[in-house]
């Protein structure tokens, strides 16, 4: 038996919460809005309601594109801190990526999106892109400072590939027309815009062969004013053209891979054009120092050649040039009468070597043995040294200082007696 709910008691019934307050309310709604998921995303969508407050801060709702009325929105607030780095000014109905996290605005009981960056939608894409491009021309070569090449020094025609409705013109005109006038052909293009990068490719081929110089300039801009500037057509139209190429686009901290491409990159189109031409004065200048170094060198040729010409006509004179011819014979007659002492000296000297040489040859002679009483005895035509090649009866030829005679061989004595 169920002696705790009878059926004659009534159920008893809870007792109703406490009313929270606004605020503990806007507490727990808070709590929920810290959920990870709802901290640092990036939300894409259409601005509106942009209010750009006097205190900096910015006031927009975010909208999805094309959502009609029924579009979900969100409200959104960017304060000074943050919007003061914004490198674009926000405008009704363009297209963001913005960075935030969601949180609570107690005061109306309303959420919104607490942004800390923004940037135009697509912009991340064409970053992406940009890197793409750069390593794949890179790896063409299309970079390489080997490649990079001299401007001409004294320029005939200088080509410029710009808007021909722009400030950049008439500041390279004005430039080039004070420092130093050449023709100047313009090859107009759009800079900007979805299809710029061809018309500006096809502008710089269509200086092929009629300049000798290209300029590629435009003024500043945005990230995605500049961008046709990226596109590997201009990029590869400024590698192949067959002169040097100068660019100077947007700003100096502006760097497009349309300046790592050209051979050289100036900061301005103002400073592009002094590059490409010499300074008319700086040249009249040096040609005045040239004239005078010239000159100064002319006067010390001259006066050398004075001073030569003087010697000779000193030296040429007949007085001058008869005692000269005087002192040559003088010197002449000396030098002959030493060299006609010295050879007889040495010949004198020879001959006494000579006799010398004689006497003591002649001592050594057989001859001179022989005069003294001596005779050689031959044997068949060989000179007969010792007895034992003797025998009796042999022939021999006694030579003497004064003939020969034959003799025969009675006896032969071997043991030195005569």
Known sequence: MDWFNTPDEPEKKAAPAAPLLVSELSAIISDLLDDPRLQNVRVRGEVTNYKHHGSGHRYFSLSEKGGGSTAAVIKCVMWRSDADR??????????????????????????????????????????????????????????????????????????????????????????????????????????????????????????????DVVIVARGGGSFEDLFPFNHPDVVRAIASCPVPVVSAIGHEVDITLADLAADIRAPTPSAAAELVVPDRNTLLLQLAELRDLMGSALLGRLSWAKEELLGFRDRLRPRRLAQKIEERQQFTADLSDRLERAFATRLERERLLLSGMKTALEGRSPRAVLARGYCVAEKDGTIVKSTGRLAEKDRLRLRFYDGSSQVIVERVDHDGNV
């Open 86 to 211: 914004l490198a674009f000014r926000p405008e009704e109905g363009m297209e963001v990526v913005v960075t935030g996290s969601v949180s609570l605005y107690a005061p109306h009981g309303a959420y919104q999106l607490r942004v800390r960056s923004m940037e135009k939608a697509g912009l991340g894409e064409k970053y992406l892109l940009l890197e793409k491009w750069k390593k794949e021309l890179a790896a063409e070569g299309l970079f390489s400072q080997e490649r990079k090449r001299d401007l001409p020094a004294f320029p005939l025609r200088v080509g410029v590939v710009t808007s021909e409705t722009g400030a950049v013109v008439h500041d390279i005109r004005n430039v080039i027309t004070r420092r130093y006038p050449v023709e100047i052909i313009i090859s107009p293009t759009a800079v900007q815009g979805e299809e710029a990068h061809g018309e500006i490719a096809a502008a710089i081929r269509r200086l092929s062969g009629i300049a």
